[in-house]
């Protein structure tokens, strides 16, 4: 019987002592409650505050991303004029060579031409020198006509006063 005597013994005092570890187990909660809250409520805090700037940083880039669709569809108008520009040029480089390579071969013919045409110049030359010998003879001859018209005209101009007309 002993023993249930210290069994019930043992079972009053455990109440008591129930009660004081539930009651240092709320201190001890409190303790801990308040340590976690210094750390915890600033912590929730900062994360509202980054979540708010994450946000407004999404925000902003799906509008340049916006901004910068809307250029991408002004260069791809812009690249397909310059297709068809380009496609224009290269037809207009393409008649360009063709007039190139007539104007070559008009050259080419050309050149032979002009050897020719100096062929015949310097026979040209030839009689111009020739010519030069009598040219230089009817300059003397009209010089001295010239002279002797001069001569005639002393008694002409006594008759002119003589003739009205």
Known sequence: MTDKKDVICKEETVPSDMAACMDKFARSFEASARRW???VYPSLL???ILAAYGFFLIYTLTSDVSRLAKSMETVVISM???AVNMNAVSGN???I???LSTIATDV???SENMEDLLVKMEGINKSVGVMTVPM???RNSMGRMNNTMHDATGP???MGGMFPF
């Open 108 to 110: 080419g013919s050309g």
């Open 37 to 39: 809250e210094l750390v």
């Open 93 to 95: 480089v393409a008649h």
């Open 80 to 82: 397909t004029d310059v």
């Open 97 to 99: 060579s063709g007039n």
């Open 156 to 158: 002409m101009k006594m």
């Open 136 to 138: 230089y003879d009817i």
């Open 46 to 48: 900062a994360f509202i």
